[in-house]
């Protein structure tokens, strides 16, 4: 679903995700040196937890601007898993 461009496609895709958290991997994974200006890429999860919904959004970077993001939302639930030490 295009959503614009700019600063009006951002503001739209914030708007439309409704997000009250969100969550992204470490970069402690990654091998050698980053150069802030190279293309480059991270996925960010937005959750509305209150309607149980997530967007996973792939953001992309050149010369440390974003220059596109593009993702899907689909439904989550979340729950407690029991104790590894309970018996």
């Given at each position: 679903m295009p959503l614009g461009e700019g600063v009006s496609g951002a503001k739209a895709m914030a708007q439309r995700m409704n997000a009250d958290q969100y969550r992204y991997l470490g970069w402690d994974h990654m091998v050698g040196p980053a150069n802030g200006c190279d293309k480059g890429e991270v996925d960010i999860d937005f959750n509305d937890s209150a309607n149980?919904?997530?967007?996973?959004?792939?953001?992309?970077?050149?010369?440390?601007r974003v220059v596109r993001a593009q993702g899907w939302q689909r439904s989550f639930q979340t729950g407690s898993l029991p104790s590894p030490n309970v018996r």
């Amino acid at each position: 679903m295009p959503l614009g461009e700019g600063v009006s496609g951002a503001k739209a895709m914030a708007q439309r995700m409704n997000a009250d958290q969100y969550r992204y991997l470490g970069w402690d994974h990654m091998v050698g040196p980053a150069n802030g200006c190279d293309k480059g890429e991270v996925d960010i999860d937005f959750n509305d937890s209150a309607n149980g919904i997530i967007s996973k959004v792939t953001f992309t970077f050149e010369n440390g601007r974003v220059v596109r993001a593009q993702g899907w939302q689909r439904s989550f639930q979340t729950g407690s898993l029991p104790s590894p030490n309970v018996r």
